[in-house]
């Protein structure tokens, strides 16, 4: 008998073992494959919105540094031409001439050199012994071109920085070389117009000229050179010279990704680089959790396999609780997650991604049921305004106000959503042209009157479009956004239809 209860204590103590050894393995596995799951789908979601945040962000900017460009050539342009047409006599180019572009531009400085090499700078610079104008990559390339040129990078000699000029050649009545009006662009000037560029607080951003040349980086000692020479970037350069637009993946000791545009008047390419850490810098950090909860909950389980393994029926509830718990706890932050990545991070409502999903859905709706589908597309005018003049920070500040403007004044059946920069879409179902002309006035109304400290007055303008059957949803904003421009261009701070 006590050879045989020995054995029993040992088979129940074998038992136990097993007991505690195979569901200990069991919880590890199972919450290893949802943790990694989870973290696939977390890190797919977050590189997608961070793709679209960025593209969004580089386009805007290319946008505005290609119209600051065609801004200066337009100056450059009418400066020559006003020489030529205007000023028959050299003598009577003097540099009281270009303050008044000066004081209209970014330039550091408007000159002029005549085919004899007299030079003449808007600023008095008085050249050295021995300058001529007529040698400078400035001077050579409106010549060697015949028109108004964006000539190389070189070292301007005035302010011992590297600078890019723009040049028109200035010609007499017979056609012969009279001189060349150039302006001097200091990238240091182009790099403090892009130097606070991010996207969700990450990044920073790159210019290029169509070489390859760095105009604009945040590692000084890279501004001006040819990155094609760089041996860790020259491949990069080399697909982003190519592609021109979109986005490449590459590393540099350290994972990054740049998203990427060209900027059509000067064939530059603007582009954001960010690191892979900073993108998954929270999901890092969510992991790190769910390791350290995991390990506490393991150890848990072990200590109470180990107790209560005599009681089988008590120990698999408490397993399946713990089990639920956890599982609990992942889809609330998947759930997290996935709010996340479609709600606009500054102003809490749906982002581009959401509000596009939603209409393309009321799309298909009204296509089978033939019901009214109407959208409003929605700008704050002169918004550059407030970040110029009180800031970026009160720029969000009207940002968020607006947002929240929209969302509480909008109908429950209605969904509005940031596309970006301040502008905002709002999609009405069952709802006509004129209907959405009277919600579009409703938010204008509404819009005027909000209340923002520091700020005198916030407004808006409003394009509303209604669907016409067989057309697809990108028409159909395209057709607001046209009603939008005309609300812009006959004043702003009105509603304008596409009837």
């Known amino acids: 008998m006590e050879e045989k209860s020995r054995y029993n204590i040992k088979r129940v103590s074998l038992l136990r073992i097993k007991l505690v050894a195979v569901f ?13 799951a989870s973290y696939r789908v977390s890190r797919a979601m977050i590189t997608d919105d961070i793709d679209m945040q960025t593209q969004e962000v580089v386009n805007g900017h290319a946008a505005e540094i290609d119209q600051w460009i065609s801004k200066m050539y337009a100056i450059v342009d009418s400066g020559s031409y006003l020489i030529e047409k205007g000023i028959q006599d050299d003598r009577n180019v003097t540099s009281d001439l270009f303050n008044n572009f000066s004081m209209v531009s970014s330039f550091s400085d408007i000159y002029y050199g005549s085919a004899s090499g007299r030079f003449i700078s808007g600023k008095k610079w008085i050249p050295p012994a021995g300058y001529d104008p007529r040698v400078r990559p400035w001077f050579t390339t409106a010549v060697r071109n015949r028109k108004t040129s ?8 005035e302010t011992n920085s590297l600078a890019l000029s723009i040049s028109a050649p200035v010609y007499k009545r017979d056609g012969s070389l009279r001189g060349v009006l150039s302006a001097d662009l200091l990238l240091r000037t182009i790099g403090e117009k ?37 041996r860790e970037l020259s491949e990069t350069i080399g697909i982003i010279l190519n592609k021109k637009q979109g986005r490449v993946d590459f590393n540099t000791g350290i994972e990054k990704l740049a998203v990427f545009t060209t900027i059509p008047t000067s064939g530059w390419i603007l582009g954001i680089v960010i690191t892979k850490d900073e993108i998954y810098h929270d999901l890092r950090i969510l992991s790190v959790k769910f390791t350290i909860l ?15 393994a005599h ?10 609780k713990t089990v639920e718990a956890r599982t609990s706890e992942l889809k609330e932050k998947i759930a997290e997650v996935e709010y996340l990545s479609l709600t606009d991070p500054l102003t809490g409502i749906s982002n581009r991604r959401k509000i596009e999903s939603f209409l393309k859905s009321e799309i298909e709706r009204s296509s089978r049921t033939g ?7 929605v700008d704050i005018d002169h918004f550059k305004q407030f970040n110029d003049t009180y800031g970026h920070e009160t720029g969000d500040r009207v940002l968020k106000e607006f947002a929240d403007t929209l969302k509480t004044s909008i109908r429950g059946i209605d969904l509005a959503g940031r596309i970006g920069g301040e502008e905002f879409l709002i999609v009405c179902p069952e709802t006509g042209l004129n209907g959405a002309a009277m919600v579009a006035e409703k938010l204008r109304a509404a819009v005027e009157s909000m209340k923002i400290e520091s700020v005198d007055s916030v407004t808006a303008s409003f394009g509303c479009a209604s669907f016409i059957h067989g057309e697809d949803w990108s028409h159909l904003i395209s057709r607001s956004d046209k009603a939008l421009y005309r609300a812009k261009e006959s004043g702003r701070n009105r509603i304008e239809t596409d009837a």
């Open 24 to 36: 200990s393995v069991l919880f590890a596995v199972a919450f290893a494959i949802i943790s990694l």
């Open 371 to 377: 019901s009214l589908l109407s959208v409003i597309m």
């Open 294 to 308: 995991f390990l506490i909950s393991l150890i848990i389980v072990i200590l109470t396999s180990m107790y209560f």
């Open 311 to 320: 009681k089988l029926t008590y120990f698999m509830y408490l397993l399946e």
């Open 194 to 230: 892009l130097k606070n560029i991010r996207v969700s607080g990450m990044g920073y951003a790159v210019l290029l000229d169509s070489r390859g040349r760095a105009l604009v980086h945040p590692d000084k000692s890279l501004a001006g050179t040819n990155l094609m020479e760089n």
């Open 150 to 157: 964006l000539a190389d990078i070189y070292s301007d000699y």
